[in-house]
């Protein structure tokens, strides 16, 4: 099964057409609009939600909300990793198995033969507010960041592991996390030894 993460906020949905455009691009075409599953839910019509739709290409699996609070990060780690997944699978076995292999950090940056690519969770920013890069390597290009990307609001830049520390502060941004919502100095991150 794969899925779509929808932020809704105060009964409106976000970035709607991009998380419509993955879903058919991976294979959920014939299923009804997001717009129509997402009413169907039931969300409320004040607060934030997260907003879970499971599909697969024989249809639709469930549809379900739950009040949204960020998570806390206050440390992560860089890691070199071989994973790939280039459509939003349900099995998320192996993100799991990293974090479980580091419990003493909240999250982690992931790389990939040596360049920066996203979280477990979500796509990375690096730089400061006004001013903010996305690796180019990414695992998964989230809707925020193709949002941001056409915006102009942030640029495309390669960024080795090696580099994270020149730059003042990263940001974790996902369907859920906008710039500077859950960001932290990247005095922060511990790089993998030399």
């Known amino acids: 099964m794969l899925f779509e993460t929808i932020r809704v906020y105060n009964g409106c949905a976000e970035r709607l057409e991009l998380h419509q455009a993955r879903l058919e691009r991976s294979g959920g075409r014939g299923l009804p609009p997001l717009s129509e599953l997402i009413l169907s839910a039931g969300v409320p019509p004040v607060g934030e939600f997260k ?3 499971s ?22 780690r860089a890691v070199e990793t071989n994973i790939l997944y280039p459509r939003k699978d349900e099995d998320r076995r192996a993100f799991e198995l990293m974090r479980l292999m580091n419990p003493d ?12 690519t996203d979280t477990t969770y979500s796509n990375l920013l690096f730089g400061e507010p006004g001013e903010w890069y996305t690796p180019e390597h990414c695992l998964l290009p989230g809707t ?9 609001e942030v640029r495309v830049l390669p960024i080795l592991c090696t580099e994270i ?13 906008e710039p500077g919502r859950l960001m932290l100095p990247t005095s922060q991150i511990e790089l993998p030894a030399s």
């Open 51 to 53: 907003v879970h739709i």
């Open 55 to 76: 599909y697969s290409a024989a249809g639709l699996g469930a549809v379900r909300y739950e009040a949204y609070e960020p998570r806390v990060i206050r440390r992560m």
């Open 105 to 116: 950090v909240d999250e982690l940056i992931l790389c990939r033969n040596g360049w920066v």
């Open 144 to 152: 925020r960041r193709e949002s941001l990307l056409r915006a102009r």
């Open 165 to 177: 520390m020149s730059f003042p502060y990263v940001s974790l941004i996902n369907a859920m996390l």
